[in-house]
């Protein structure tokens, strides 16, 4: 097991000045139609991840799927993107994590930009669905100047990920460098405490979306799946941190990973469940768009992009 206590820390760029990254193809939002609602995943950016970080992580074996064309490697490092997801459906918006904003450095912080981008100011975001309270899902919930970015949303978390992150004596029994993740987790969600709803479990997350628990990562780890009047789509967070490596190597887990073999067990449970049930899925660190379906290859996995005609 792998513990937050044990985790590296990330660069938290606390002076650097965010810049948007965006495809070669000059994009940082995409957007299609479902069902009755229309979903548009957004490009905060990308995030270098070295090998290193990467648990059960094999040269070879990597080397082997690296070949398949699927990835690109630079500096030993595997450029991870960061997503985030607007729903707009019956006349409401939902925003599913809310990317970096500056706590990360340059090449993330674009989510916001992409909001601009599809015609959407903040104060018209309803609700706001966290996956966990890490700062590349949680660090967009506020403005530079420290409050909401978000004006009128209310914000559902799940209740284990609160508890978690605003645990005084889980707090204390970590090392110094890694409290400031729970430093950043609060000054996030704070600016929403009088409009914050916990969720318990499993159950409606927002009409129209039902929330997963989904431990392992966080404690509180949720996925969120979308029933849009006939045709669903699951979003589940962090479930795969690396499109290239782990439909292939599930067993590998990332340091950021707080329980590993509980990853390893949702991951699986997740991936079997997509596959027979034939899922659109999508997650938060899948390759932009981030849409498609898993498929069963041997013991382990393939991903499947969505065919464009999702684009519109």
Same mark, same amino acid.
């Given at each position: 097991?792998?513990?937050?206590?044990?985790?590296?820390?990330?660069?938290?760029?606390?002076g650097a000045?965010?810049?948007?990254?965006?495809?070669?193809a000059?994009?940082?939002?995409?957007?299609?139609?479902?069902?009755?609602?229309?979903?548009?995943?957004?490009?905060?950016?990308?995030?270098?991840?070295?090998?290193?970080?990467?648990?059960?992580?094999?040269?070879?074996?990597?080397?082997?799927?690296?070949?398949?064309?699927?990835?690109?490697?630079?500096?030993?490092a595997?450029?991870?993107?960061?997503?985030?997801?607007?729903?707009?459906?019956?006349?409401?918006?939902?925003?599913?994590?809310?990317?970096?904003?500056?706590?990360?450095?340059?090449?993330?912080?674009a @989510?916001? =930009? $992409?909001?601009?981008? *599809?015609?959407?100011?903040?104060?018209?975001? /309803?609700?706001?669905?966290? &996956?966990?309270? !890490?700062?590349?899902?949680?660090?967009?919930l506020?403005?530079?100047?420290?409050?909401?970015?978000?004006?009128?949303?209310?914000?559902?978390?799940?209740?284990?990920?609160?508890?978690f992150?605003?645990?005084?004596?889980?707090?204390?029994?970590?090392?110094?460098?890694?409290?400031?993740?729970?430093?950043?987790?609060?000054?996030?969600?704070?600016?929403?405490?009088?409009?914050?709803? @916990?969720? =318990? $479990?499993?159950?409606? *997350?927002?009409?129209?979306?039902?929330?997963l /628990?989904?431990?392992?990562? &966080?404690?509180? !780890?949720?996925?969120?799946?979308?029933?849009?009047?006939?045709?669903?789509?699951l979003?589940?967070?962090?479930?795969?941190?690396?499109?290239?490596?782990?439909?292939a190597?599930?067993?590998?887990?990332?340091?950021?990973?707080?329980?590993?073999?509980?990853?390893?067990?949702?991951?699986?449970?997740?991936?079997?469940?997509?596959?027979?049930?034939?899922?659109?899925?999508?997650?938060?660190?899948?390759?932009?768009?981030?849409?498609?379906?898993?498929?069963?290859?041997?013991?382990?996995?393939?991903?499947?992009?969505?065919?464009?005609?999702?684009?519109?």
């Amino acid at each position: 097991m792998s513990t937050l206590a044990a985790a590296p820390v990330l660069s938290l760029g606390g002076g650097a000045v965010a810049r948007a990254e965006v495809t070669e193809a000059g994009e940082i939002t995409h957007g299609f139609a479902l069902g009755d609602a229309r979903v548009t995943v957004l490009l905060d950016g990308h995030l270098p991840v070295g090998t290193q970080l990467i648990n059960g992580y094999d040269e070879a074996r990597a080397q082997q799927v690296l070949a398949q064309g699927l990835h690109r490697m630079q500096d030993n490092a595997l450029t991870i993107p960061v997503n985030g997801y607007l729903v707009e459906r019956g006349g409401r918006r939902v925003l599913i994590d809310t990317g970096t904003a500056q706590l990360m450095g340059p090449g993330l912080g674009a @989510l916001h =930009a $992409g909001l601009a981008a *599809a015609g959407v100011a903040p104060e018209t975001i /309803d609700t706001i669905l966290l &996956t966990h309270m !890490h700062p590349d899902h949680a660090g967009g919930l506020l403005a530079a100047d420290g409050t909401a970015a978000f004006a009128n949303a209310e914000l559902v978390v799940a209740q284990r990920e609160w508890d978690f992150w605003h645990d005084d004596a889980i707090l204390a029994s970590v090392p110094e460098g890694s409290r400031g993740f729970f430093d950043i987790a609060r000054r996030a969600v704070a600016p929403y405490a009088d409009r914050l709803r @916990l969720l =318990a $479990g499993e159950g409606e *997350a927002a009409p129209g979306f039902a929330a997963l /628990d989904l431990p392992g990562h &966080t404690p509180g !780890h949720t996925g969120f799946m979308l029933d849009a009047g006939g045709e669903g789509l699951l979003f589940w967070g962090d479930l795969i941190h690396s499109t290239a490596l782990q439909f292939a190597e599930p067993g590998w887990t990332i340091a950021f990973d707080a329980d590993t073999a509980q990853t390893v067990t949702t991951r699986r449970r997740m991936l079997d469940r997509a596959v027979a049930d034939n899922l659109l899925v999508t997650g938060a660190h899948l390759d932009f768009p981030a849409l498609g379906r898993v498929l069963r290859q041997g013991a382990a996995y393939a991903w499947q992009p969505a065919p464009w005609q999702f684009g519109l």
